[in-house]
């Protein structure tokens, strides 16, 4: 049976066949393991923004900062979220960072 283009998209994402799959050139996802991997990506893409929010939320605007500046073990160097050290700050941020109860 063929998938329409107005049917869901086979892969899972939850998207028309024709806004996924269709017109990224791919067919349906034909191994299980094609089918997790997608479904995975789709779960985690906003993971990292969310993760952000939260801790705004829940320690105020200035936490990523005060992690920052403990990362870079008060090297005075600002935050940039373009840094190539994103990529090892950030596992850091969400995994290890505790604020200092003596400054919240």
């Not at 939850?14 to 791919?26: E, F, R």
């Not at 089918?35 to 893409?45: A, K």
């Not at 801790?55 to 979220?81: I, Q, R, S």
Request: glycine share 6%; charged share 20%.
């Amino acid at each position: 049976m063929k998938t329409g283009r107005n049917d869901p998209c086979p892969c899972g994402s939850g998207k028309k066949y024709k806004h996924c799959c269709l017109s990224a050139g791919a067919g349906p996802a034909t191994a299980p393991a094609d089918l997790t991997w997608r479904r995975l990506r789709t779960l985690l893409d906003g993971f990292p923004a969310e993760m952000l929010r939260f801790t705004v939320e829940a320690y105020g605007p200035l936490a990523v900062h005060e992690a920052w500046n403990e990362f870079m073990c008060d090297e005075d160097l600002e935050f940039d979220p373009d840094t190539p050290l994103m990529q090892l700050f950030m596992p850091w941020f969400f995994n290890c960072w505790a604020p200092n109860p003596l400054t919240t």
